[in-house]
């Protein structure tokens, strides 16, 4: 019994190392300021002493293997710790500008605000302002789930809806450089800074239903004034941290789905983990079983009137672009059931 409760916790140590090996082997190789061929060597010789550990571990050297093996983990973390997103370089123009805010009274004023207008060709005439939002107008707040791999992963956009038709979408964002694309193994390893982006939903939505042909759909959520207010000044206070002190995406911890669940969460909002909440393309889901969204009507009826592709295509550049995509979603009461 002793011998199997022994071998039981080498195997765990193992597969502990073997866990270590692979992320310390892949920061290094996509991190160390050096040549490739350089980067290549130190990850592979990482992920040679992992295994080198690991083998140790069942003869009389696992003590020396294992310390060896800690105070190299150790070095590669604390290096780790120092490296800090760039501050300034050659952006992609969509995400160039961090929003930030300022609050006097119910108005809020919001700097580098998104407003591009997208052509056919996925090319932008590029626009940011500056607006002012009266809070005691704000009403609604919806759900954007534009599907881009499938039906397990989305970008989530939350957009919140004032008087007469107004909306502003919150997008998590990758800060890409000009032409880099988003890599979700590079991504998670310091390759990109975070970026929060405020936009007009015929900029950021329609870049996605109408240009890029995404399967994007909406869900109006039963969120009151009051906890869509809160749930924006987080979105705000977030924005003016980053604008001084840039964080990275991650697309494991720190991405569009669980920003925002940090954000709910600072709020008020009780939101259990859930493996939805990393698969996130099962979002809709979740919030059904919530009570988030109108439980008053199947799931599947809420899914259906959710695809807003054709009634984008339709609005196009309409100035009615918002109200066009969400005729026919059904808006829960705010009654709970």
């Known amino acids: 019994m002793a011998l199997v409760a022994r071998v039981l916790i080498l195997i765990v140590l193992g597969l502990i190392v073997a866990l270590a090996a692979a992320w310390a082997g892949l920061a290094v190789w996509y991190k160390l300021p050096t040549p490739e061929i350089a980067r290549a060597t130190a990850g592979g010789l990482v992920v040679l002493l992992g295994l080198a550990t690991i083998i140790a571990l069942f003869t009389r050297l696992r003590f020396r293997a294992l310390i060896l093996f800690a105070l190299v983990l150790a070095a590669v973390a604390v290096w780790w710790s120092t490296i800090k997103p760039p501050a300034e370089a050659d952006w992609s123009p969509d995400v160039a500008r961090q929003v930030s805010g300022t609050l006097n009274g119910d108005i809020l004023t919001l700097t580098n605000v998104r407003d591009f207008e997208w052509d056919d060709s996925g090319k932008a005439n590029e626009r940011w302002t500056t607006r002012t939002y009266d809070l005691s107008k704000l009403r609604t707040l919806d759900l954007f789930m534009s599907y881009w791999s499938g039906p397990s992963i989305a970008h989530v ?10 909306y502003l979408a919150w997008s998590i964002e990758v800060k890409r450089p000009l032409g880099g694309k988003f890599s979700p193994v590079a991504d998670a390893f310091k390759s990109t800074p975070l970026v929060i982006i405020a936009a007009d939903e015929r900029d950021v939505v329609r870049l996605r239903s109408n240009i890029r042909k995404e399967d994007v759909q909406i869900y109006r959520l039963r969120v009151g004034p009051a906890g869509a207010r809160a749930l924006l000044l987080e979105y705000v206070e977030d924005a003016n941290s980053l604008s001084s002190n840039p964080q990275f995406y991650n697309s494991i911890t720190t991405n569009c789905t669980t ?6 969460r600072a709020v008020g909002a009780t939101v259990p983990f859930d ?8 979002l809709p889901e979740y919030a059904y079983e919530r009570g988030a969204l109108d439980t008053n009507l199947p799931l599947a009826e809420l899914k259906a009137a959710a695809h807003i592709d054709e009634r984008a295509q339709a609005a196009g550049l309409s100035p009615d672009f918002s109200r066009l995509i969400r005729v026919g979603v059904p808006s829960p009461s705010l009654a709970a059931n």
Not at 157 to 166: C, N, R
């Open 259 to 264: 920003t925002v669940v940090k954000l709910m």
């Open 157 to 166: 956009i939350l957009s919140f809806g004032f008087e007469g038709d107004e």
């Open 275 to 282: 493996w939805r909440l990393i698969v996130n393309g099962y």
